[in-house]
C-alpha cells in the first residue's frame, strides 16, 4: 500500500482469476475494508469487470426490480 501525492492510500489486488483492482481510500483502513469487499463479491460471483452495462440490460433490471 502506498501514499499517493493528494493523500489518498492506495492498493494494488490481484483477484484469483489473475485481474487487477487498484482500491483507493483516505486511510489503510478503509483501503484495506473497500479490498476485503471486492475479494468476497468476486468468490460470490459479482461480476466487477470494469465494462459499461448496456442500456438494454440496466433497463431490464429497472422494470424487474420496480
Given at each position: 500500500?502506498?501514499?499517493?501525492?493528494?493523500?489518498?492510500?492506495?492498493?494494488?489486488i490481484t483477484?484469483?482469476?489473475?485481474?487487477?483492482?487498484?482500491?483507493?481510500?483516505?486511510?489503510?483502513?478503509?483501503?484495506?475494508?473497500?479490498?476485503?469487499e471486492i475479494?468476497?463479491?468476486?468468490?460470490t460471483g459479482?461480476?466487477?469487470?470494469?465494462?459499461?452495462?448496456?442500456?438494454?440490460?440496466?433497463?431490464?433490471?429497472?422494470?424487474?426490480?420496480?
Open positions: 500500500m502506498k501514499k499517493r501525492a493528494d493523500g489518498r492510500y492506495q492498493r494494488k483477484l484469483p482469476d489473475g485481474t487487477q483492482k487498484h482500491v483507493y481510500g483516505t486511510s489503510p483502513a478503509e483501503v484495506n475494508r473497500k479490498a476485503k475479494e468476497r463479491a468476486f468468490e459479482i461480476d466487477l469487470s470494469d465494462r459499461p452495462v448496456p442500456v438494454t440490460a440496466r433497463k431490464s433490471d429497472y422494470f424487474l426490480t420496480a
